[in-house]
């Protein structure tokens, strides 16, 4: 309070202020709070005193009565407490005034010091409590962290409860849907329980798997989505949407099924790669994103959880997305696409091929690299083009292998509708009854281009280059700013998307490609693909437009020359409606023969020695340049690669060349840069044809170079056709005739014989199944044999009903798989390459087993899923593995025969007709196709031959008893393959493959016992025979008696007991 009071009443502070503070003495104890609060020690009393007077002095005037009074009164207070005062008369001395103002100097001063040392003091406990608090406050914000984190934790871990809860729902969803869809599969077609032909599936379309020498002949089934108004009336079917079976099981579902599991997939392993990239497949180019992972690849399209796809087979086109594992991978190459150098192209080792394209030559070498820096332990060391062509020049390899191997290292791809393989149009004779293959005049000029076999059309051609040529003269003159392009002969070209469509219009999904490509309508009548006549008379000298050579689908499929399905092309002008295509009269309206015949004519001796001349043009140094100029060989720069389009900046003609490029073509990548070496024989010099699954490169080891024999004279398949090629093997006409070169008896019955790539025979007890693992193909110069990777004896029967294998010989079996008891297995079948095993049961289910090699197991197999095929209603009696085609064979006591898909692990269909149940079944390596024979009413044995796709080809009756079939296995186009028939008598009957007419009978008069199995060896050289006894006999040709005979390996019953 003194301290209050001395400050208010300093003569610094305001007059105003000073004199509030007199209103002290209206309190009536102010004497005792003055003598309480003044302390002697700060000397509060003087300091008031002097400061009282000093505003009596200086301030009388300005201060009212009551204000002079007040100040009066607090003197008199001040001397009652003991301070003196200077009255306010007292003279004003110089001296004293003097000492007044010393005085208040100095109070003035010590009040500044106090300040100052007060100010210090608080700021020091303002700081002393500030740091206090500070770390009070990180106390709290370290013990709030702790609990925000804690909470954030917690939260966390709620939420990763929800997100797995929500995963989980999501994969037992998925998993569920997996499980319907393949119950669906399994169960709803026409030899199953939920059968409804209302909604299965009747159209088919081309299967895209790949077979031996990449034909594809295998046709899947489909839901046809094309509108009623392009099909034939008596052909038209509910306008209603196809729902497939069951639909209702999926109609809530938002998400891909098929993008949905690989990219489940794809989440439960690590990702150590990824590029985006575009899916090249001919119906579509589906953006999307590649992964690499630890044991596989994955590739999953944009949005795919947007759009749901409806239950396989789900229309005409395969899913967008879709995985595969490193161990598939057989082959990778860099592509071409849209005449950029930024793709790569796929192959697997189940015949099916990815071509991804991605946004530079960077982007794809990275990804090149990442592949082929992976364990790929199935990788296929493809030959070069040298080694390949030493091999076509010797006759070692058909023109048709030739000519697909050149395409595949050319970049042509079966996925780019604009890359598509191109193969050459052969004969210019399609109006004769008959045909000479030997003759050279009915042969197109292999040496100049489909468009100028005739002069008349090559002298326009050369005109109109002369006149391109002077126009871009004159535009690179006059400076023209939209030059000409650079001169050529045609501005149309041999191979592009509108070429592939017109050939394949009638075979899905190709069928609304077409329809796609031309605005949602057919091409004129007159102008659909309808007559081979008319197609080459266009292409080689009627149009100056049409230049098409043909796809290789001319050589091996003759489905794609049939309307099946019934689209109405329409009515030409001469009125005739166009449906199948027409065929040459020599064919006899017959598609199949067609086909074998002009495979047949590919290889022969004409075209063998001429065309290279064509490989000069297409893939060699005619392509381009001066020599293709000479050649009248050069098509639209646009067609050609390095045409940089980014490098246009002028966008209307950017875009008017990205249209060129994507529909003009594309002129294959070159291969030789001289002109190619001719053909040195007329003759493939090989007699046999190791089996097609294990590829081109194993198949090169097992051909020799032979002497030519003298020709004899023999009857030719087809009496109207000239110059056809019966081929090499045992029994052809036109070999020597066989003789029995080997003969053991074994004193049990076989219940196979099994021909292997080595040249081994097998010959296995009726309950044995061999399994094999074969090491993977080398390379054309390393490869001189097929080694055996592992190799084991199956057996069943046993009655616990446990399959046992024996891989030593010193070893007892161990137990591999226990199988049910429900189905007591019955036969057996193993798939080497992708190693599967088939077991059918007694009541009629066939169970599928997926495995993979291992050493950590005893068996060295272990099975890794399984899944039942349902068909049959009785025993399976018997099950054949076809693997070139992908496909298994199973016949049943109920009489039915069915194929099965070997990829999908699906039904395909069945083969009907018979009258009783199928006794023996084989197929065609080359082919697929499948003899089937069955009891005839009458006595003896019918048999049936049918297309890998189940058509019907012909059946033809034996009076003996057919117990066993096999095909010879000579390559296409240079022999008519056969089935060989083991009869009741001991007899083996040939006949022909193509018309099923018996061509020789192979007779042995030592022994007149039922063949109960028999198999070509790979190479064809000996036919081998086991009859009832357990004798087995071997035929060889009599000119080929001091040939090395196979190794014969017999695993009868008593094997598995040791």
């Given at each position: ?24 003495v209206?309190?009536?104890s ?6 309480e609060c ?8 003087p300091?008031l005193?002097?400061y ?7 301030h ?18 001040l ?5 003196k005062c ?26 500044k010091?106090?300040k ?6 608080i700021?020091n406990?303002?700081?002393?409590l ?6 009070k406050?990180?106390?709290?914000s370290k ?6 984190q ?6 966390g ?8 809860h929500?995963?989980?729902m999501y ?23 939920w059968?409804?032909?209302s909604?299965?599936p ?5 299967d ?8 594809r ?5 489909c839901y046809?989505?094309?509108?009623n108004?392009?099909?034939?009336k008596?052909?038209q079917?509910?306008?209603e ?7 209702y ?10 993008s949905?599991?690989v ?6 392993e ?11 497949a ?7 994103e ?9 590739f999953?399209?944009?949005?795919a ?5 409806n ?15 490193y161990?598939?991978i057989k ?9 950029r150098?930024n793709?790569?192209e ?13 946004d530079?030559?960077k982007?794809?070498d990275?990804?090149y ?16 083009i ?32 604009m ?7 052969i ?7 008959t ?15 489909i ?11 050369v005109?109109?280059?002369?006149y ?10 006059e ?5 000409p ?14 070429t ?7 075979m899905?999904?190709?069928t ?30 009627e149009?100056m ?12 499929l003759?489905?794609f ?12 002008q ?10 040459p ?16 004519a ?5 075209v ?12 060699g ?12 060989n050069?098509?639209?720069?646009a067609?050609?690669?390095g045409?940089d389009?980014?490098?246009?900046e002028d ?5 008017a ?5 994507k529909t ?6 070159q ?7 001719s ?12 089996p097609?699954?294990?590829?081109i490169?194993?198949?090169f ?5 032979k ?10 398949p ?6 056809l ?7 052809s006409?036109s070999a020597?005739d ?14 196979s ?17 061999l ?14 044999s ?13 009655a616990?009903n446990i399959l ?9 079996p ?34 599928a087993?997926?495995?993979r ?7 060295e197999?272990?099975v ?20 070139p ?6 016949v ?32 065609s ?21 049918w297309t890998v796709?189940?058509d ?27 089935i ?5 008598n001991?007899?083996?009957r ?8 018996p061509?020789?009978?192979i ?6 016992r039922p063949?109960v199995?028999?198999?070509y060896?790979?190479d064809g050289h000996h036919?081998y ?20 005979l ?13």
């Open positions: 309070m003194g301290r209050l009071l001395v400050h208010v009443l300093s003569p610094a502070r305001p007059l105003e202020e000073r004199r509030q503070a007199l209103d002290i209206h309190e009536p102010h004497p005792e709070i003055l003598r003044l302390s002697p020690s700060l000397e509060h009393g300091k005193a002097l009282i007077y000093e505003m009596l002095r200086n009388r005037e300005q201060l009212s009565k009551e204000d002079q009074t007040a100040v009066s009164i607090f003197m008199t207070s001397k009652l407490c003991g301070h200077i009255p306010p008369s007292a003279p004003t001395k110089p001296d004293l005034v003097k000492a007044i103002l010393e005085e208040q100097k100095k109070f003035e001063s010590e009040g010091m106090n100052a040392a007060w100010e210090k003091k700021k406990s303002q700081q002393s500030i740091q206090r608090l500070d770390s406050s990180k106390d709290i013990i709030a962290a702790d609990i925000t804690n909470v954030s934790l917690r939260q871990m709620e939420r990763k409860k929800v997100i797995q929500i995963r989980g994969k037992i969803d998925l998993s569920a849907s997996r499980y319907w869809q393949e119950l669906v599969q399994q169960l709803t077609h026409d030899r199953a329980v059968y409804n032909p909604s299965y009747t159209s088919w379309q081309l895209p798997t790949e077979g031996p020498n990449r034909e002949r295998r046709l899947q089934r046809l989505t094309i509108p108004k392009y099909l034939l008596d052909r079917k509910p306008e949407p196809f729902k497939p079976p069951l639909s099981l999926f109609e809530d579902k938002t998400h891909s099924y098929f949905s599991t990219k489940d997939k794809a989440t439960s690590h990702i150590r790669f990824t590029r985006r990239c575009i899916n090249v001919p119906s579509r180019e589906t953006p999307g590649l992964l690499l992972g630890k044991s596989g690849m994955y999953v399209e944009d949005n959880t947007d759009t749901y796809d239950p396989s087979p789900s229309g005409e086109t395969e899913p967008a997305s879709f995985s595969w594992t161990e598939e082959e990778v190459h860099k592509r071409w696409w849209q005449l150098d793709a790569v796929i192959f697997l080792t189940n015949g099916r091929t990815l071509l991804l394209a991605f530079n030559i982007a794809r990275d990804v690299h990442n592949i082929l820096t992976s364990n790929l332990p199935n990788l296929l060391e493809y030959g070069n040298t080694a390949l062509t030493h091999l076509w020049c010797s006759a070692q390899i058909t023109n048709f292998e030739y000519l697909t191997h050149l395409n595949k290292h050319a970049g042509r791809s079966f996925n780019d509708l890359q598509y393989p191109v193969f050459p149009f004969l210019r004779d399609y109006t004769n009854e045909l000479d293959l030997s003759e050279p005049s009915i042969y197109r000029n292999l040496s100049k281009p468009a100028v076999q005739s002069k008349e059309k090559e002298d326009r051609y005109d109109n280059y002369k391109l040529e002077e126009e871009y003269r004159k535009g690179i003159r400076d023209d700013p939209m030059p392009v650079q001169p050529y002969h045609y501005g149309s070209h041999y191979s592009n998307s509108g592939v469509l017109h050939f394949l219009v009638r899905p999904p190709f609304k490609m077409f329809l796609a490509y031309q605005d949602q309508s057919f091409d004129i009548p007159d102008r659909t693909f309808h007559s081979m006549n008319t197609t080459w008379r266009l292409s080689s000298y149009s437009t049409d230049v098409k050579e043909l796809i290789p689908e001319f050589f091996y003759p489905e020359l049939v309307n099946r399905e019934g689209f109405d092309f329409g009515v030409r001469n009125g005739e409606r166009v449906n199948h295509v027409n065929l009269p020599w064919a006899r309206n017959d598609p199949r023969l067609f086909i074998l015949i002009h495979r047949q590919l290889e022969s001796d004409q063998s020695q001429t065309l290279c001349q064509w490989i000069d043009l297409v893939f140094h005619k392509q381009k340049g001066k020599a293709a100029v000479s050649a009248i050069v098509f639209h720069p067609t050609y690669f045409m389009v980014s490098a246009v966008p209307v003609q950017r875009r060349l990205e249209t060129m490029i003009y073509g594309q002129t294959p990548r291969l030789f840069n001289a002109a190619h070496l053909r040195a024989g007329s003759r493939l010099t090989i007699d046999g044809e190791l097609a699954a294990m590829g490169l194993v198949q080891a097992f051909r020799e170079t002497d030519h024999v003298k020709e004899v004279v023999y009857p030719s087809l009496p109207w056709i000239k110059g090629k019966w081929g090499e093997y045992v029994g006409p020597p066989p003789i029995v070169c080997f003969s053991q008896p074994h004193g049990e019955r076989f219940g014989l099994l021909a292997l790539p080595t040249r081994a025979i097998c010959g296995l007890s009726r309950k044995f199944c399994m094999m693992i074969y090491s993977k193909e080398q390379g054309v110069r390393s490869m001189h097929t080694d055996i990777q592992w190799s084991a004896i199956l057996s069943w029967g046993y616990d046992r294998l024996k891989s030593k010989q010193s070893e007892p161990v137990n591999f798989i226990q199988c049910s008891q429900l189905f007591q297995v019955t036969s057996c079948a193993w798939v080497p390459d992708s190693c599967q095993l088939f077991t059918g049961s007694e009541c009629g289910v066939i169970t087993y997926n495995s090699f291992t050493s950590s197991t005893p068996s197999v272990e890794e899923s399984q899944v039942y095929l349902y068909g049959h209603s009785g025993e399976v009696t018997s099950l054949f593995v076809c693997k085609y992908s496909i298994l064979i199973s049943s006591k109920d009489g039915s025969c069915i194929i099965w898909d070997l990829n999908r692990l699906c039904y395909v269909q069945s083969l009907t007709g018979h009258k009783s149940p199928v006794s023996a079944v084989s197929a390596e080359t082919t697929g196709d499948i003899a089937t024979v069955c009891d005839s009413v009458g006595g003896g044995s019918d048999l049936r031959l796709n189940g019907l080809i012909g059946h033809v009756h034996c009076r003996e008893i057919i117990c066993s079939v096999a095909f010879s296995n000579q390559p296409e186009g240079v022999s008519v393959n056969v060989a028939g083991g009869l009741e001991g007899v083996v040939l006949w022909s493959t193509w018309d099923l007419k061509v020789r009978e007779t042995f008069p030592k022994s007149n063949i199995s028999l198999t060896s790979c036919l025979t086991a009859n009832s006894e357990g004798t087995v006999i071997a035929w060889c040709r009599r000119d080929q008696q001091k040939m090395k196979p190794m014969f390996y017999s695993f009868l019953s008593s094997y598995a007991a040791g």
